[in-house]
């Protein structure tokens, strides 16, 4: 197969990156994986441009695994037309998540294909999917919000206290739940949000109570 830096942008043949992973808890290889989809590559005509290969848990944040970061950010330089995968929970466990990846190669023009499932977003059955799968995480974020606000309006309740309110006000809260739901690290939601790494943790242990 062709390295990224190999590749030949003149190709008319369909140009495809490889996403193989498996967790860490379970002893398995991706081999299998390889071996399957390096078969469905090569009876549609696919040219494999690059491998994706890393064991890890599919629970982890998209900032948590180096290799799937790698695949997005050659997939934006236009390296290949489609991501490969032999599953589409290969490419994450989460919902949001999956959706958020999906949504970036819908975004850049790159396609999918899920070999579990069939799907393809190149058809009018694959891209009606990915709509669906779209609805389907809107409802998800929906009731997850409503859970995290009628939790923090129970600790409120319960006499437990959140800190100064012109440090972290109840939006600020909301986006920490949301953002560590989402399996974002302490560091990462304390960047994002504006607060130190110490606040956000006291934050997220209170929650939990």
């Not at 959706?99 to 899920?114: A, F, K, Q, R, W």
């Amino acid at each position: 197969f062709l390295t990224t830096q190999e590749v030949d942008m003149t190709d008319t043949q369909k140009r495809v990156g490889v996403y193989l992973r498996v967790s860490t808890s379970q002893k398995q290889t991706t081999l299998n994986q390889r071996m399957e989809l390096d078969e469905v590559c090569k009876r549609n005509d696919w040219n494999i441009v690059e491998y994706y290969d890393e064991t890890i848990s599919g629970t982890k944040s998209i900032d948590d695994r180096k290799e799937l970061k790698r695949m997005l950010k050659d997939a934006s330089s236009g390296f290949f037309d489609m991501v490969v995968v032999y599953s589409v929970c290969r490419m994450s466990r989460s919902m949001s998540s999956l959706i958020s990846v999906m949504t970036h190669l819908d975004e850049i023009g790159c396609d999918i294909y899920s070999h579990q499932q069939g799907i393809r977003t190149d058809t009018s059955m694959g891209r009606m999917f990915f709509q669906i799968m779209g609805c389907l995480s809107e409802v998800e974020m929906s009731i997850r919000k409503d859970r995290q606000m009628i939790g923090i309006k129970r600790a409120k309740s319960q006499g437990i206290k959140f800190g100064r309110k012109d440090v972290v006000d109840e939006d600020k809260e909301l986006a920490i739940y949301q953002l560590r739901h989402k399996g974002k690290s302490i560091r990462y939601i304390a960047n994002k949000v504006g607060i130190s790494v110490g606040r956000t943790h006291q934050v997220c242990s209170s929650m939990s109570m």
